[in-house]
């Protein structure tokens, strides 16, 4: 619901009146509310800098205090995303924002990008991860932990006897509030869910609800029925969904690359941007609480402001409509977080 304050509000920090525009949602059972839109610090961390596109940190730090001043009070980072540089912005970042203006979820799990190191999900290694996650970030506490690709553990066991217990530690504790999974295959996502039922209480799937893939429909109800809150990412599905088109190695097949393309050329050809049509889009998925949006710079923040606050012209209607039926006509999926962790960087 807009036009309410919502309890991330800090008088005088905050541009008000965007604040009130901003629509804020339930995660989960959580009792949190949170910006339809959050903020993903992965593109703070340089990892997916190209030849056309180099990450400028001092304008990452303006976007990250600009987007919660303007409402956005989700943000999520980890250890993976420029092996703690996202953490480490984030982190200078946040020193002149007052703490109870937004909510932060960080990591364990995940970590190095050469593929025999990129996953751990030992006791030891999660326990060493928050200790380096807290001091990089200068928090003695977050509100969210989670576990970085569970669909990529050796097993669940692993993660539901070893992982999640230390993580539950930390909540006792008082250095974080809630327990989260983080995946892209969802049938996995949803047995871990069922499995650790009462003891996880969000769930964050990624290019699952997007122009290219609407699977993410489909497990909405499982999930809310296991009172597990829904977070949303990638909507450009790793930056494939934009005029410019991704700047990484993607893991998609050439099919469901060259039908992105196909789409970025037409909406290059009526004047629009790919981008922020795909945005569009994925905001109209019911269920989920927030949606993550990569911000590296206050130019990408504007035009994710622009959907959330605006819409889109009737020109853009008329080509999201297009696209919808004459390109983006069927679900393409490229397997699971294993099947493509060596073609990542």
């Not at 751990?120 to 807290?134: A, H, I, V, W, Y």
């Not at 497990?219 to 809150?229: A, P, T, Y």
């Not at 829904?230 to 893991?251: D, E, R």
């Not at 679900?331 to 493509?340: E, R």
Request: net charge neutral.
């Amino acid at each position: 619901m807009s036009g309410q304050l919502p309890a991330t509000f800090v008088k005088g920090f905050h541009n008000e009146e965007l604040v009130r525009r901003m629509e804020y949602r339930p995660l989960g059972n959580t009792g949190l509310k949170v910006s339809k839109i959050g903020f993903g610090a992965a593109t703070l961390s340089g990892l997916f800098d190209s030849d056309k596109f180099k990450f400028d940190k001092e304008e990452g730090i303006r976007a990250v205090q600009e987007a919660i001043k303007s409402g956005i009070n989700y943000i999520d980072t980890a250890p993976f995303y420029g092996q703690g540089r996202s953490e480490q912005i984030l982190g200078e970042a946040l020193k002149d924002v007052p703490r109870k203006a937004y909510y932060l979820a960080t990591k364990v799990g995940r970590y190095e990008l050469v593929a025999e190191r990129m996953f751990d999900f030992t006791e030891k290694k999660t326990r060493e991860s928050l200790e380096k996650s807290f001091k990089l970030l200068g928090l003695d506490a977050v509100d969210v932990l989670q576990v970085h690709d569970v669909d990529a553990a050796p097993s669940l066991d692993m993660v539901l006897n070893e992982t999640i217990p230390v993580l539950e530690e930390y909540v006792r504790a008082g250095k974080a509030r809630f327990i989260g999974i983080t995946g892209y295959d969802l049938d996995i996502l949803k047995e871990c869910a069922e499995r650790g039922k009462g003891r996880i209480h969000l769930m964050l799937n990624y290019a699952r609800y997007t122009l290219l893939d609407n699977t993410l429909q489909r497990f909405m109800k499982d999930f809310q029925g296991l009172n597990v809150g829904v977070i949303c990412a990638a909507a450009h599905a790793l930056g494939l969904l934009s005029n410019a088109g991704s700047q990484i190695k993607h893991p998609g097949s050439k099919e469901l690359q060259d039908v992105a393309i196909r789409g970025g050329e037409i909406c290059k050809q009526r004047g629009v941007e790919l981008g922020k049509l795909a945005m569009y889009h994925t905001l109209q998925l019911d269920g989920a609480a927030t949606f993550l949006v990569g911000i590296p710079n206050r130019h990408m923040l504007q035009i994710n402001l622009d959907a959330i606050f605006n819409g889109l012209t009737s020109n853009e209607q008329e080509v999201l409509q297009y696209l919808r039926e004459n390109v983006f006509t069927k679900s393409y999926s490229w397997g699971s977080t294993l099947s493509y962790i060596n073609d990542f960087k």
